[in-house]
């Protein structure tokens, strides 16, 4: 433990200045990569950078992916507030999937999409929360590790969509395992609907009204958190599980809660993917949003306001990544994932890599400045 | 500032101007990607025969989630792209999406049918190509039993395992045909572990001819085939020459003799929208004989396959298609 | 016990020859704290030189950047009159600095001779090295009677044998400079003698001693020379001989004060607490609490002596509501608990119990909420501090500065975070808190473990006006001194069964240690 790494440093070095870092040095690797392959990096990077913005077309997908990455970064953050790391929600999204379908084939006949929409919704985020009750429960009563758990209930989710998906739901004659298309009713309005609505010309895009959802729920888990006493509670778990103890509080109780709002949160994929784009369940329709929500976590150091930045961050990564793919064939999809996932490792696994040197140096700024105060 | 913020967005916006009207082809492969020596790797190669012969240019991308299909297109048709080739089944959605917003544009899908104005469909006739190399396989069975090892669990695979079930049952109705499934889910195209896995396990009960139907799952069950000493069939693509000696031949769906040849329909304004269903009689399946597997096919083989070939387009011989009615005679 | 130093008693000033020690000008900055400020000290060689200050005065960061631990902002080291630079401790090591650490730094499932092996195998195999290391330990224990079995685990030795190991590892490494960081923090009075005595064996042979501590009889009784440290400066060095408790404690606080209590007789009133037959196993099956029972009254303090782990943590845990009863019953007030009844944390205070946790950084608070949160702990749930749904922010700092005000905690910041205050003025954050509801008992553990002077007089200070008020307190403390200045009766805790009892005023030091030592005879006897 040295001592530099615990320093404290003032708030903007933490979450501002460390993940700019971070995301250069992932940049500076991934150029390197580029290199390689002998396409000039710097062309490469403002492709990408380009592509993710460049006009409403590419914005729109940005705020696509993003919405996805804010479902699951809050849930990953919920579950770490209460010192738990909820490696689940690609499973809990998946199986809220499940949820949103099931409860709208067997009502899209009959609702109007003002009940449905919302019904569907809610069925999600109860499929979500149970899905991780369960590792919840076995962390809390059972000991079980919760990082096994999750991971493995996301194999076991993997496997009970595939078998409900091609055994249970799939319409005679589609290749694929999935549900029939739900009806028209249950279809969550895009934003270029809307646009149009108000008299504005978007282009058709993903971008579905979840990401009014998303925003809501960033306010909700911002309020609950640090605004209530139950995430005052679950803050106490999460940083002095023994304090939390002898403040009366039950550990075991926080870890339920926290982790179906955990799994209720990462149902947010299952609006956006299933009721807001697909509109049928899809196989494997998260396509890892759970595993980058961790990372977007991390970078977005577990509040609202950080892991919004860092969702559009990597939402912008994966539509500037597909433009990139477009421009220059020599790229790779599989080069795209690599990079993506360099990102991922700077600042998500390697996160607090460079915290001692960036304090050395702001101890050195610091000292300075103290020092022209004083004189 | 302004300026250097106008400089900044007009090098944004050159690599990335929308080049309108190129009238030159896309292709979106499907998440398998180009290289998989099977299905995708076909419809590349059909599109570089094209730009080979004609000088013609065109654009390609690699779908990687689902989310970028529709957007994948769209952006092919922004830059006027035409034909736009979708592969796979999977792009079907995408396409019924995109092509109405676009109908002047035309667009191809392979191996699903999209009933739309300005769309093709080109479906191939699996089954009857799937019959020839299950004769074949029979024929050169010693043990009467012979293997088939499946891609993704989906009728469009099952219609490939009925097809060369029913040519196996026809060439010597005694032979036992067993048949795996590598997967449920796409990742069991690209497998060969498991495809190596199930091979010997099916050579372990006696089978001494397989067929594999599964993409790039299919290069672990010809490793097996070779490492084991026994045959195994290609698909899609010729893959004779993967393991030369050991693959008794390939079951072609010429994937790429349909992207080359609506490429070049379109360029010659010769294209329709519509229905295309490729079968043995217009050469969209077939059978592979070359420099890899001649000394594995003796003549009698060669009479006898080409003997039911001909069964077949002349209509003496009906292969039942597994997709008609989601079952099996055999 | 000798008050005279023993050993080289010779003037720290003799400048015959290079001092052990020389800091010049050390300064060093965590942020916006100021540690060390120009911090400069010359060490004998061959004395034992107590270094004494409150807590976060600045003492073990000094000694830590001597050790190589961080690295000053500025000034130089010299050792035996060579400067060196030290960036890690195999530097210090390097330069004859050994370091025992208040937290010890062993591998617990390691054996003795593996802990003193650890980072000086002697080459890849261990077999040589371990012949070697064996006969040298022997021949330290011969020498300065440090005895260990090399080949006990460390997790099964007491921890007074643990720290041997420590010194055991620092004179291993060749160290002629020995550091001990508050050293007698977890002690009882009897291993502090022991330790003291391998300290003037080791001083008899050379070894020069760094004695950092909080305590001013250790220091009187062992040191030859003393500094003072007050807010990350050196304030003063002086020959111990020429110091005074009085004086020492004013220079460390810069203020006088009032080491001596003026405690009342009690007058106590109602039974608040009664405790019958309790016993307590734990996880491990390990019998904690044995038959355990007594009274507490309205108005009186009831301390509980005992030699660290006779089951007073457990003790106080069962009696808070964090560890369930295994037999026997607990009467709070109006409140019955038994093995059966399921009670916790949040009952007990509800029916007017208050809990001074032993262990304040884990229990007491979350060292990482600001003060505002940790003051609400426990009572989060509280009207007072919550509307229909948000918690009132309010609410709760104005309460939080209410309670800085009165219980003079410093900084006066709500919004600093609690592990940023020192350990006196968290602990004050945490009586304000527990007493603040005037609660009916109040069960106290180890109220000044690591508490500065200052503070240490305004706790008991407390402890006695609530007492006064008519509150029922149990007191646990290992600070035997502690136990006898605040208790009105004493009861004397072993292998968890109460082994004595003694009135507050006829209590001496020489009484209840006997009474332990007693304990332990009978104990062998019995086994």
Redesign the interface.
């Known amino acids: 433990m040295s001592a530099a790494s615990q320093a404290a440093l003032p708030r903007w070095v933490d979450i501002g200045l460390m993940p700019i870092v971070n995301l250069i040095q992932a940049l500076l690797v991934a150029g390197l990569v580029v290199l390689i392959i002998g396409v000039n990096p710097i062309d490469a990077m403002r492709i990408m950078a380009w592509g993710a913005v460049y006009d409403s077309v590419a914005i729109s997908y940005t705020l696509y992916y993003a919405t996805d990455f804010v479902f699951t970064g809050l849930a990953v953050a919920v579950a770490f507030h209460a010192g738990l790391f909820n490696i689940g929600g690609e499973g809990q999204a998946y199986v809220a999937g499940l949820g949103a379908t099931l409860a709208i084939l067997l009502l899209d006949a009959y609702l109007p999409g003002i009940l449905l929409i919302p019904l569907g919704l809610m069925a999600a985020m109860v499929f979500g929360a149970g899905w991780a009750f369960i590792p919840a429960y076995l962390q809390a009563y059972r000991g079980s590790h919760i990082v096994i758990t999750t991971i493995m209930f996301n194999f076991i989710a993997a496997s009970l969509m595939v078998y409900i998906g091609s055994d249970l739901l799939r319409p005679p004659g589609d290749m694929l395992p999935s549900s029939r298309e739900f009806g028209d009713a249950a279809h969550l309005p895009h934003v270029h609907e809307l646009a149009a609505l108000l008299g504005l010309k978007m282009p058709s895009t993903p971008l579905n009204l979840s990401i009014l959802w998303a925003a809501a729920c960033c306010v909700f888990v911002w309020i609950f958190i640090w605004r209530t006493r139950w995430g005052y509670a679950i803050r106490a778990v999460g940083l002095s599980p023994k304090a939390a103890v002898y403040a009366g509080i039950s550990p075991q109780r926080v870890i339920l809660i926290a982790m179906c709002l955990s799994g209720a949160l990462a149902a947010g994929v299952a609006l956006n993917q299933i009721i807001g784009y697909h509109h049928r369940l899809l196989l494997d329709f998260v396509a890892g949003a759970g595993f980058t929500g961790i990372a977007v976590a991390l970078m977005g150091r577990n509040h609202p306001i950080g892991i919004v930045l860092s969702a559009v961050l990597f939402g912008a990564l994966y539509q500037g990544g597909a433009e990139l793919a477009f421009e220059i064939p020599t790229i790779t999809r599989d080069m795209i994932v690599a990079m993506q996932g360099l990102v991922i490792l700077f600042s998500g696994a390697l996160a607090y890599m460079n915290r001692p040197w960036i304090a050395r140096v702001y101890a050195m700024f610091n000292r300075r400045a103290i020092l022209a105060e004083a004189t | 500032m302004k300026t250097l913020m106008q400089a900044a967005f007009a090098?944004?916006?050159f690599?990335?101007a929308a080049s309108a009207a190129l009238a030159e082809p896309a292709v979106v492969y499907d998440a398998g990607?180009k290289f998989d020596k099977s299905f995708n790797e076909a419809a590349y190669n059909g599109i570089e025969k094209f730009k080979k012969e004609t000088g013609s240019n065109y654009?390609?991308?690699?779908?990687?989630?689902?989310?970028?299909r529709?957007?994948?297109f769209?952006?092919m048709a922004q830059r006027g792209a035409d034909p736009i080739i979708g592969i796979g089944?999977?792009q079907e959605?995408a396409i019924k999406k995109v092509a109405p917003?676009f109908p002047d544009i035309r667009f191809v899908i392979i191996d699903?049918v999209v009933d739309l104005p300005n769309v093709q469909s080109i479906v191939f006739k699996e089954q009857e190509g799937s019959y020839l190399v299950g004769v074949l396989a029979a024929l050169a069975s010693k043990t009467g039993k012979v293997g088939f090892v499946g891609g993704m669990?989906?009728?469009?695979i099952s219609r490939f395992q009925c097809g060369y079930s029913q040519g196996a049952k026809a060439a010597n109705p005694n032979v036992d045909v067993l048949a795996n499934m590598t997967g449920?889910?796409?990742a069991a195209w690209n497998d060969p572990t498991r495809g190596a896995e199930l091979a010997k396990g099916q050579f372990d009960r006696g089978v001494d001819v397989v067929f594999a139907a599964a993409g790039g799952t299919g290069t672990g069950v010809y490793q097996a085939a070779k490492d084991a000493g026994k045959l195994a069939i290609g698909v899609d693509s010729n893959q004779n020459h993967l393991q030369p000696g050991t693959m008794l031949t390939s079951m072609l769906k010429r994937v790429d003799v349909a992207v080359y040849e609506t490429a070049k329909a379109a360029k010659e304004s010769t294209w329709k929208p519509g229905v295309t269903v490729l079968g043995l009689a217009e050469g969209g399946v077939d059978w592979a004989l070359d420099e890899h597997n001649k000394t594995l096919i003796t003549d009698d083989m060669k009479a006898k396959v080409e003997a039911a070939k001909a069964d077949i387009i002349s209509g003496k011989v009906k292969v039942h298609d597994y997709?008609s009615d989601?079952s099996c005679p055999i | 016990m000798p008050a005279q130093p023993v050993g080289n008693a010779e003037s720290p000033s003799a400048a015959t020859r290079p001092a052990a020690i020389e800091l010049r000008g050390i300064d060093k900055s965590f942020g916006a704290v100021h540690a060390n400020k120009n911090v400069s000290l010359t060490i004998a060689k061959s004395s034992i030189h107590g270094i004494i200050g409150e807590n976060g005065a600045g003492k073990s960061t000094l000694m830590s950047i001597l050790y190589g631990f961080y690295t000053a902002d500025a000034g130089e080291i010299l050792i035996n009159g060579k400067p060196v630079k030290i960036h890690g401790s195999h530097d210090a090591i390097a330069a004859g600095i050994g370091m025992v650490h208040q937290h010890f730094m062993l591998v617990e499932p390691f054996t003795v001779l593996e802990n003193v092996m650890l980072g000086a195998e002697d080459g890849v195999l261990l077999r040589g090295g371990a012949g070697k290391a064996r006969a040298e330990l022997e021949r330290l224990a011969r020498d300065y009677g440090l005895n260990v079995d090399p080949d006990a685990h460390i997790s099964d030795l007491p921890v007074g044998e643990q720290q041997r190991v420590e010194i055991l590892k620092a004179l291993f490494r060749h160290c002629d400079i020995l550091i001990l960081d508050e050293p007698t923090g977890v002690l009882t009075p009897q291993e502090t003698d022991q330790l003291f005595q391998i300290l003037r064996a080791l001083n008899a042979r050379g070894v020069t001693i760094v004695l950092i501590t909080h305590k001013l009889r250790e220091i009187l009784a062992i040191t030859d020379t003393v500094s003072v440290m007050r807010q990350g400066e050196m304030v003063a060095t002086l020959p111990t001989k020429q110091a005074t408790r009085e004086h020492l404690a004013e220079l460390m606080v810069g203020r006088k004060v009032r080491l001596e209590l003026d405690k009342t007789k009690a007058t106590p009133g109602e039974v608040r607490l009664s405790v019958r037959n309790l016993t307590v196993v734990d996880a491990k099956g390990v019998k904690r609490v044995d038959d355990v029972g007594f009274d507490l009254r309205a108005g009186e303090i009831l301390g509980i002596a005992g030699v660290s782990g006779n089951g007073q943590s457990e003790l106080l845990e069962a009696l808070s509501g964090i560890r369930p009863l295994s037999s026997g019953g607990i009467t709070l007030c109006d409140l019955e608990v038994s093995p059966d009844a399921p009670y916790g944390p949040a009952v007990v205070r509800e029916y007017g119990l208050a809990h001074v946790p032993e262990d304040r950084l884990r229990l007491g608070v979350v060292t990482a909420f600001p003060a505002w949160e940790s003051v609400v702990l426990g009572y989060h749930d509280d009207e007072e501090y919550n509307g229909r749904i948000l918690m009132d922010r309010d609410a709760m700092t104005n309460a939080c500065g209410k309670l800085m005000e009165r219980f003079d905690v410093r900084p006066r910041d709500p919004e600093l975070r609690c592990g940023n205050f020192s350990g006196g003025n968290q602990q004050k954050l945490i009586l304000a808190r527990e007493i603040a509801r005037q609660p009916k008992v109040l069960v106290v553990g180890q109220p000044t473990r690591g508490v500065d002077i200052g503070a240490i007089e305004f706790i008991h200070r407390q402890l006695l006006a609530l007492r006064d008020a008519g509150c029922a307190i149990l007191l646990v403390s290992v600070e035997l001194d502690e136990v006898m200045s605040l208790s009105d009766r004493i009861l004397v805790m072993f292998q968890g069964r109460i082994v004595g009892e003694v009135d507050g005023d006829e209590a001496d030091e020489r009484t209840l240690g006997l009474m332990m030592a007693n304990a332990h005879a009978q104990a062998d006897e019995a086994a």
């Open positions: 090098a944004g916006a690599c990335l990607g654009l390609e991308f690699e779908v990687q989630a689902d989310a970028q529709e957007q994948a769209r952006k089944f999977s959605s917003e699903s669990d989906i009728p469009l449920t889910t796409p997709m989601n």
